[in-house]
Nanobody, 125 residues
Framework: AVELVESGGGSVQAGGSLRVSCAVL????????MGWFRQAPGKEREGVAA??????YYADSVKGRFTISIDNAKNTMYLQMNSLKPEDTAVYYC????????????????????WGQGTQVTVSS
């Protein structure tokens, strides 16, 4: 079974940086689609960044500030978050496994089969 484990969340002041990680456990699993999502209290889960067949996708709200990457040797995906804003506060989830193959779905939760448990990111003003 594929298990995704996030780490690296925490608290930071506005303008600061954090890097969250997603370790893929359970063997050398490779997926053509992996992504990061976030969910703030009272809001729906939204796509933040994704990699689909080697192409990267970002939500407009994070373009130029967040960078998604994968280290295949470590079976780990990262989300580097710079210039953080209070509105970036949320639980961040990683996802993997293509439920469908549509590039336009890369930032949609229904694209993914596997999910991590989430890590809290809090940005104070």
């Amino acid at each position: 079974a594929v298990e995704l484990v996030e780490s690296g969340g925490g608290s930071v002041q506005a303008g600061g940086s954090l890097r969250v990680s997603c370790a893929v456990l359970g063997g050398s699993y490779r997926s053509s689609c992996m992504g990061w999502f976030r969910q703030a209290p009272g809001k729906e889960r939204e796509g933040v960044a994704a990699i689909y067949i080697g192409n990267t996708y970002y939500a407009d709200s994070v373009k130029g500030r967040f960078t998604i990457s994968i280290d295949n040797a470590k079976n780990t995906m990262y989300l580097q978050m710079n210039s953080l804003k209070p509105e970036d506060t949320a639980v961040y989830y990683c996802a993997a496994g293509c439920a469908q193959h549509h590039s336009s779905w890369a930032l949609l939760p229904r694209m993914y089969n596997y999910w991590g448990q989430g890590t809290q990111v809090t940005v104070s003003s």
